[in-house]
Each structure stands twice: as C-alpha cells, then as structure tokens.
C-alpha cells in the first residue's frame, strides 16, 4: 500500500477537516449569543514532520490557530480520522479561549466558563496555564465531548482516537 501524499493527502483530509471545524466554530457554549468565530481562522496544514512515532497523526499550534495533519491520516478510516481531528479541535477550541473551559474529570464534558469574573476568572485562567500534559489532553476530549456529545476513546494497539468503544486516555500516553 502507498500512502496518499502532498496535495492528493489534501484532498482527501480538507472535506473531513472542513465538516469538524464548522461543527465547532459554530457551537454556541451555554450562556452565550454568539458561536466559537475563532475557530473559523484555525487552518489545516498537511505535513509529514507530525508523524513522529506510529501513533501521531495530528496536531494543534498552541495558540489554535493551526492544525498538522500527516498526509498518512489520509489512509484512515474515516471515523478515525474524524475523531483524531474533533480531538485536535478540542485542543484548538481550548487554545483560542484560554482559560474559558474547566475539565472536571475524565468521562466528563468541559464546562464553559468564559463568562467568570473578578478573582474567581483571575484563578481559573492561572490554573489553565499551570496544567500539566495529561490535563492538557483531557480537557481537549472533554471539549469535543461539551460540542458534539460524544466521548472520545481510544482504540486500537496505538491507542488512536475512536468514538466507538476504546478506553479513556491513559495518563503518559503521548
């Protein structure tokens, strides 16, 4: 098998990536009139240097303005492809808003809490930054879980994201 590359990989991954990022740009979190706008700048990058291990895919610049995907992701299924990119939109949805989502736990969708002032906000955006990597996961499968109520699991002997069965997301697990 040879995987599809450079612009062919593009044309396959641009219509998944496009269908998930219109689902979470337009999401309007409770307590809110208008949708997640930024997202609608977050832009698809397709380039082989996020493939570093058996398992990376994807990823997400960490101001959420940028998303890699390995022109690999192109030989996925779909569903897989779809759910590693919802998991990297939950990362960008937490990027472009820093500090606007709380993850409760595991299994649990985030809450949106943009709307917090005074010293009660000042703490949530200092706890935002001060997460570690596994917090920084779990939260972007929490998001994905608050804007298209499904749970993100992980499946497979690479552990990729799935939205059928699979496991929580190990702690470590990179």
Do not use: N
């Not at 593009?10 to 979470?24: C, E, G, K, M, W």
């Not at 779909?78 to 990027?95: M, N, Q, R, S």
């Amino acid at each position: 098998m040879t995987f599809a590359r450079g612009e062919v990989a593009a044309s396959i991954l641009a219509p998944h990536y496009d269908a998930v990022r219109d689902v979470f740009s337009d999401y309007v979190p409770e307590g809110e009139e208008e949708p997640l706008s930024r997202l609608k700048r977050t832009r698809l990058l397709v380039e082989e240097s996020v493939r570093d291990s058996d398992r990376h895919y994807a990823g997400c610049r960490d101001d959420g303005l940028q998303i890699i995907l390995a022109p690999a992701a192109a030989e996925l299924p779909p569903a897989t492809l779809i759910a590693i990119i919802a998991h990297e939109f939950g990362h960008a949805a937490d990027f472009a808003y820093p500090g606007s989502w709380l993850f409760l736990s595991q299994g649990d969708p985030a809450r949106w809490v943009d709307g917090v002032e005074g010293k009660r906000g000042t703490k949530l955006r200092s706890l935002w930054s001060e997460r570690d990597d596994d917090q920084v996961e779990w939260t972007a499968d929490s998001i994905v879980q608050t804007i298209t109520g499904w749970k993100v699991g992980y499946c497979g002997r690479c552990m990729l994201q799935c939205f059928q069965g699979g496991q929580r997301r190990p702690a470590g697990l990179r």
